[in-house]
Every structure is written in structure tokens, then in C-alpha cells.
């Protein structure tokens, strides 16, 4: 079994920067897609960053330019790098780990809170 543990959490600014990151134990494949999801109070959990073995990423429009993400798979770790953070940015942040070949995967973390203030 693969657990995914999130760190980096935290209150910043508005217009600050704050760096994530998930690290995962475990048997991991290549072939997977790592991603970000965040979930704001009372809304329903939605896809920041995604990004796949080989590197390819792909962004949510609400941080585009903004946020960048990475991931080590030598480390099978991955990172979240944020900046301009703006109020709407706040939540709780999960990276998933999904790979839909055999062996099938989707493991979660277990989030770690992002509060943007002014």
C-alpha cells in the first residue's frame, strides 16, 4: 500500500508565494499521474495541477502562470510552487497519485491547509 503525505502548509499573504509537497512511500509506477486538487470551504473539490511521468503538466485556468508544478520520480515526490496567491486560493490541498494500467492505482493524501489572508 502507497501513502502519500502532504507538507508545506501553511498562512501566507495575499501575494505571497508558498511551496507544497507530496512524498510518497510505497510502490510507485511509471505510467501515473500525479496531480494537486484543493477543496475551499463549502465547495466541492476541484483539479489544480496535474502532471504525468514523462513531465507533460496541465493547469487549471484560476492558476496558470501562477502555480507550477513538478515531481522527482527518482524521489517519487512532487511539488507544488506557488505565487501571487490570492484569497480564492485558500483550502485544503490533497495530491492524488492515479495510473490506469495494470497495476491500477489511486491513492490520496491526507491534505494539508493553505490559508491566503490579507
Known amino acids: 500500500q502507497v501513502q502519500l503525505v502532504e507538507s508545506g502548509g501553511g498562512l501566507v499573504q495575499t501575494g505571497g508565494s508558498l511551496g507544497l509537497s507530496c512524498s510518497a512511500s510505497?510502490?510507485?509506477?511509471?505510467?501515473?499521474?500525479w496531480a494537486w486538487y484543493r477543496q475551499a470551504p463549502g465547495k466541492q473539490r476541484e483539479l489544480v495541477a496535474s502532471?504525468?511521468?514523462?513531465?507533460?503538466?496541465d493547469y487549471a485556468a484560476s492558476v496558470e502562470d501562477r502555480f507550477t508544478i513538478s515531481r522527482n520520480n527518482a524521489k517519487n515526490t512532487m511539488s507544488l510552487q506557488m505565487n501571487s496567491l490570492k484569497d480564492e486560493d485558500t483550502g485544503v490541498y490533497y495530491c492524488?497519485?492515479?495510473?490506469?494500467?495494470?497495476?491500477?492505482?489511486?491513492?490520496w493524501g491526507q491534505g494539508t491547509q493553505v490559508t491566503v489572508s490579507s
Open positions: 510505497g510502490q510507485i509506477f511509471s505510467g501515473d499521474v
Open positions: 502532471i504525468t511521468s514523462g513531465g507533460t503538466t
Open positions: 492524488r497519485a492515479t495510473r490506469k494500467w495494470l497495476p491500477k492505482y489511486d491513492y
